[in-house]
């Protein structure tokens, strides 16, 4: 039977083609590149070129755009009110986060319940979270403005999206209720996995919390919550959402960020060419801190 | 409790009535583009329109009523009217052809016919007959909102207006006008017919009634502070640009006196003003905490209850001032024709002619004064038979004042400005409204307001858009004929 079946079987069947795997990896390698690599690469050719609403010129335009981008301010001070976003509101989400989830390690009544309660943040859409809290900031109907005003005794005209001392705190303040719970929810996990013998034996020692915080607990919790301070950082630096929703950036530019500059570029003056060189300026910057960050955190190891 | 569907049903029933009194159709637009569109039935087209209350419009009212009529399908795209420019020069620009007719705001429509995106229509006009009713459209809409280089482009189907609505009551109080005579030694004027007045019985009433009513308020959130900023700046005598250099002139003393009087008057409108938006304003005058504001025609109509006991209209606060509201012309008599709409044919469109026919029964004489007076829409009287028409002056008792106010407004109003690349112009204009409300120096943020026109303009070419802003600014509503 065997010899019947070697016989009649092509040789390749018999001796498997060693690329074979390759070939079965083919087509999904194949629509990866398309659907990830070959807009990365188009988006670069078009950052050449000098595409806008008006004119579909697509003859080599040099670095034309990219010289642009060092000419025009707007851009660079939406790159500041990125960064400053992204400054204040991660020390919080991480601060906050670690703290609840500190707080919720012990067993108490009710634990999964609430749990469950605090993470419903992160899974509301942020243009909806956006758009929440605009009606609760709102001078007229918002809630917020109602309670200030039984606390201060008369009323309160806040006007949160408008006033450039307030609009920062109340941007901050709903990015950080959004997503704490996502700090929380990872470095919940990540508590719950230490050891806990070294901490008790560090108790019985005498160890104070914030020694044993930073010698054992620390170390042990690091490789995760660098992760999520890498992913929420990240997150922060392309804050989209909740801004378009409470200010689009205003009052004039000041809380415009990299991405609504861009969005506004891109897709509602149609400076197709220049948004795709501000595209490649914000991966640029993206690469140097990400691979900055992934040495100096140690997550290479 | 009147229900959606049923109002559609109303609709159509109340179209179908009106048509079958109309014998007169069967040589008008409206049948020509229902007879030449049966040639389609069964085919779908796709138009976009604004997203709420406006595309009740298609799809309560004249949408099953061309299916009705013609067969075709019509199926509506809702987009917000922010973000209506951006999705159909997507559409154009990726070749998708998903849409076939379109709602254009006319300050758009250089931009979009530039680009390429925008059908011509002459040859469907002359080859359906529909230009001589399309000439009977209110003389402001037909010749500023029509045509690019002499070609028509969309066909004018929105009478947006900017107009003044005060409370008849308030202001024809005694105390209220005696106090006003104390304090100005003058008669109050009713209603003021121009900015210094108007500032006068504002703080006067808001003085006089501690509070309980304010003189005035205004739409003051940025998007809407563009067109009121457009219409008193020039009402002040300002020009947007010197004619010979193409050099901004937004920050003359025009302008930096209307920025100057906003603020003043915000002193006197109720407080958070600076952040109404069309629902804030519209709550605050319909529920009598205001006596005076300016809107687009919808504040007169709901102000009077008209058609705002259906089920759609609930988000509309109950009006406790019907028969106390009187129309006029915005201070300085030179109302803002703000955004407005026109009909258009995508170039991307693979059914453009089942498109335009549509296009033309929608705007059509007959159908359009049935889309007109729909409570729920939000289209506004844009023909002299709009105006005129004894229907619409008996929906409520001071219907025909409206009527003459909306008429008056469209005879004397301004264009929103329309360049190329407009939308760069207006959000330099938005920041600056969203910049005086944070603070800053209203001639500091005019001055930067202005420089920032001057590098677009550069940008874009100053010879080029020179031309545009010569031919804009020769139309009849582009400037105030002082």
Redesign the interface.
């Known amino acids: 039977m065997r010899a019947y079946h070697e016989q009649t079987m092509p040789a390749t069947a018999v001796h498997p083609d060693r690329n074979f795997k390759y070939w079965l990896l083919a087509p999904a390698i194949f629509l990866l590149l398309l659907i990830g690599l070959f807009p990365l690469i188009y988006s670069l050719v078009v950052s050449f070129m000098r595409i806008d609403m008006m004119d579909t010129d697509t003859s080599f335009a040099w670095f034309y755009n990219y010289k642009n981008l060092f000419k025009d301010g707007r851009l660079w001070w939406s790159l500041a009110h990125t960064l400053l976003i992204t400054a204040i509101a991660l020390p919080l989400e991480l601060l906050l986060g670690l703290a609840m989830a500190y707080l919720f390690l012990e067993k108490m009544p009710g634990r999964q319940i609430f749990i469950s309660l605090l993470v419903l943040p992160t899974i509301i859409s942020p243009i909806v979270a956006g758009a929440t809290w605009r009606l609760l900031f709102d001078n007229k109907y918002g809630p917020i403005n109602q309670i200030l005003s039984w606390f201060a005794g008369e009323r309160v005209n806040a006007l949160w999206t408008i006033n450039p001392t307030l609009v920062y705190p109340a941007i901050i303040f709903c990015e950080i209720w959004q997503w704490t719970p996502f700090m929380f929810l990872i470095l919940l996990a990540a508590l719950s996995n230490v050891d806990k013998s070294q901490t008790e034996a560090a108790e019985i020692d005498g160890a104070r919390f914030l020694r044993t915080f930073r010698y054992i607990v620390l170390p042990a919790i690091w490789p995760v919550m660098a992760i999520a301070i890498l992913i929420r950082g990240l997150d922060l630096f392309r804050i989209f959402d909740i801004i378009w929703a409470l200010t689009q950036g205003g009052p004039g530019t000041k809380t415009e960020t990299i991405s609504i500059y861009a969005y506004t570029q891109g897709f509602k003056q149609f400076e197709t060419s220049y948004t795709a060189a501000i595209a490649f300026l914000v991966v640029f910057i993206l690469t140097v801190i990400c691979t900055w960050a992934i040495r100096r955190m140690g997550l290479a190891k | 409790m009147v229900t959606r569907r049923d109002v559609g049903k109303i609709g159509i029933a109340a179209g179908l009535a009106g048509g079958l009194s109309r014998p007169a159709w069967a040589a008008d637009g409206a049948s020509a583009a229902v007879e030449a569109a049966k040639q389609f039935s069964g085919q779908t087209i796709t138009i976009v329109w604004e997203a709420g209350l406006q595309a009740l419009d298609p799809l309560n009212f004249s949408g099953p009523k061309w299916k009705e009529l013609t067969g075709i399908d019509v199926k509506v795209v809702e987009v917000p009217v922010a973000e209506m420019?951006?999705k159909i020069?997507?559409d154009f620009?990726s070749g998708a052809g998903a849409y076939d007719a379109l709602n254009v705001i006319p300050s758009w429509m250089p931009?979009l016919a530039?680009?390429g995106a925008l059908e011509v229509l002459d040859p469907f006009v002359d080859k359906y007959g529909y230009r001589d009713e399309l000439m009977k459209i209110a003389p402001t809409y037909r010749d500023n909102q029509m045509k690019v280089n002499d070609k028509i482009y969309g066909l004018p189907d929105d009478g947006d207006v900017f107009v003044m609505y005060f409370r008849k009551d308030v202001l024809g109080d005694p105390a209220i006008q005696k106090a006003y005579k104390d304090k100005y030694g003058a008669d109050l004027p009713m209603p003021p017919t121009n900015w210094k007045d108007f500032d006068q019985v504002a703080a006067l009433i808001t003085e006089v009634s501690a509070g309980k009513i304010y003189g005035a308020a205004f739409f003051r959130e940025?998007g809407y502070g563009n067109f009121m900023f457009q219409e008193r700046f020039r009402n002040e005598g300002g020009k947007f640009f010197d004619a010979d250099t193409m050099k901004a002139t937004i920050n003359s003393d025009a302008g930096v006196k209307v920025f100057t009087e906003w603020l003043a008057e915000n002193k006197v409108a109720?407080?958070?003003v600076?952040?109404w938006g069309f629902v804030?304003n519209l709550a605050a005058f319909l529920q009598g905490q205001t006596a005076m504001t300016i809107s687009w025609p919808p504040y007169g109509r709901w102000a009077a209850s008209y058609g705002t006991d259906q089920e759609v209209m609930s988000w509309v606060p109950k009006s406790t001032i019907a028969g106390k509201v009187g129309y006029a012309m915005t201070p300085g008599g030179h109302p803002e024709l703000a955004a407005g709409f026109c009909l258009s044919v995508s170039s991307a469109s693979k059914n453009k002619e089942a498109a335009y026919l549509f296009i033309q029964w929608l705007n059509s004489e007959a159908t359009s004064l049935e889309r007109v007076k729909l409570p729920y829409a939000l289209r506004d009287p844009f023909r002299d038979s709009h105006f005129t028409d004894p229907g619409y002056a008996a929906l409520w008792p001071d219907a025909k004042d409206y009527l003459k106010a909306l008429q008056d407004g469209a005879n004397n109003g301004l264009l929103d400005l329309s360049l190329?690349?407009t939308?760069?112009y207006e959000?330099v204009l938005r920041?600056?409204v969203?910049?005086l409300?944070?603070?800053?120096d209203p001639k500091s943020i005019l001055d930067a307001a202005a420089a920032e026109w001057d590098a677009i303009t550069e940008k874009?070419g100053v010879d080029k858009q020179k031309a545009v802003y010569a031919d804009w600014a020769s139309k009849s509503g582009a400037y105030p004929k002082m």
């Open positions: 420019f951006t020069m997507q620009k931009d530039n680009a940025s109720p407080p958070g600076e952040q804030e190329l690349q939308d760069k959000e920041q600056s969203s910049k409300w944070a603070g800053e874009i």
